[in-house]
């Protein structure tokens, strides 16, 4: 498997990825072609440092993706948070580890850019994916509210 950064032309699969799930198919707009909004999502994060979005390649094969984004604030001394989002398994390789896998490596990620937590939020409709990464260690500390705009 290989770990690297998304390309302009592996938006298709990873949006493929995102939609490919009960919620997901709710949100994201899978077409072929796709629209034009999910290539400008893509060049806004390309060129933000603070941004990686990742894909996991096997075989030639997009099974895997992931954003990290990495927020310097004030608080903890100047720190950095990293805040992990829209992780997703193509569906045939969900159940075989790699998803404990990409964890591990953006927790190694997170640390190598000396991030001082790992976050993530998960929709509250998914307790499968809140007991994976409560055994990933991941601790329910804070309460966390949107507003949708």
Do not use: C
């Not at 909004?37 to 894909?55: G, H, P, R």
């Not at 045939?92 to 939020?121: C, P, S, Y």
């Amino acid at each position: 498997m290989i770990f690297r950064q998304a390309t302009k032309t592996d938006v298709q699969a990873i949006v493929k990825m995102l939609a490919d799930d009960e919620l997901g198919k709710t949100r994201e707009n899978f077409q072929t072609p796709l629209p034009d909004e999910y290539y400008t999502a893509f060049d806004n994060i390309a060129k933000d440092q603070n941004q990686e979005l990742i894909v996991v390649e096997k075989d030639n094969d997009i099974i895997g993706s992931l954003q990290l984004s990495f927020i310097q604030y004030l608080t903890y001394r100047g720190g950095i948070r990293a805040q992990i989002e829209a992780v997703r398994i193509k569906k045939d390789h969900r159940g075989t580890g790699l998803g404990t896998t990409m964890f591990e490596w953006a927790i190694n990620r997170a640390k190598n850019r000396q991030a001082h937590v790992l976050q993530l939020t998960t929709d509250k409709q998914r307790p499968d994916a809140m007991r994976f990464y409560k055994k990933l260690g991941f601790v329910s500390s804070h309460e966390g509210m949107k507003l949708h705009l």
